[in-house]
Structures are given as C-alpha cells and as structure tokens.
C-alpha cells in the first residue's frame, strides 16, 4: 500500500520556519522524483519545490533563497526546509511522488497534505 504522510505544519509568525517532512511507503522511493505543492484558498495547486534522482533541485521563483527541499533515501523521507516566511506562503502542502512504470506510463502518488498558516 502506498502512502505519503506530511508532517510539519502549523502556525507560525512573518519571518519564521518550519520544516516539512514527509514519509513515504509503498514504493521504491529512491527512483522517484519527489515534489513539494501547494494550494492557498480559491487558487490552483502549483509547484513548490522539486528533488531528482540524482539530489539535484528546482524552485518556484517565489520561494528560491528561502526553501529548501531535500531528501534522505535511507529514509524514504523528502524535506522541505521553509524559512523567511511570508504571509502569502499560507497554503495546504502536499508531497508527491513521481515516476514512470517500465512502459514509460506515469506513476505518480499524493500526501493528505498539511496545512501551513502564516499570520500574526
């Protein structure tokens, strides 16, 4: 059974962090590429954060120099190192998975999310 648990979220204040980790089971995690999204009320779910294979990363502009993702293949455990926090960063995190099977179908998988507030 497949599953991806986020952890990590909560209220914090302009100008703090959290980190984010989320777990995962079920799959061969060191082959996936592993993401951080997220979704602020009445907007779409867009991409935070991106991890490959090889531990190379990107990032939205709008938190390059402030996240950092990262991910512990022993572990089966992607990060998300927030700092500087800002008001507009307040969304739903949710961390994905994702691959191709052997026929180059995709493979993706999906966290319950967890809910990141940042007000003060």
């Known amino acids: 059974q497949v599953q991806l648990v986020e952890s990590g979220g909560g209220l914090v204040q302009p100008g703090g962090s959290l980190r984010l980790s989320c777990a995962a089971s079920?799959?061969?995690?060191?082959?996936?590429?592993m993401n951080w999204y997220r979704q602020a009320p009445g907007k779409e779910r867009e991409l935070v954060a991106r991890?490959?294979?090889?531990?190379?990363?990107n990032y939205a502009d709008s938190v390059k120099g402030r996240f950092t993702i990262s991910r512990d293949n022993a572990k089966n455990t992607v990060f998300l190192q927030m700092n500087n926090l800002k008001t507009e960063d307040t969304a739903v995190y949710f961390c994905?998975?994702?691959?191709?099977?052997?026929?180059?179908?995709?493979?993706?998988?999906w966290g319950q999310g967890t809910q990141v507030t940042v007000s003060s």
């Open positions: 994905n998975g994702e691959a191709r099977d052997p026929w180059g179908r995709p493979l993706t998988y």
């Open positions: 079920g799959f061969l995690f060191r082959n996936y590429v």
């Open positions: 991890i490959f294979i090889d531990g190379s990363t």
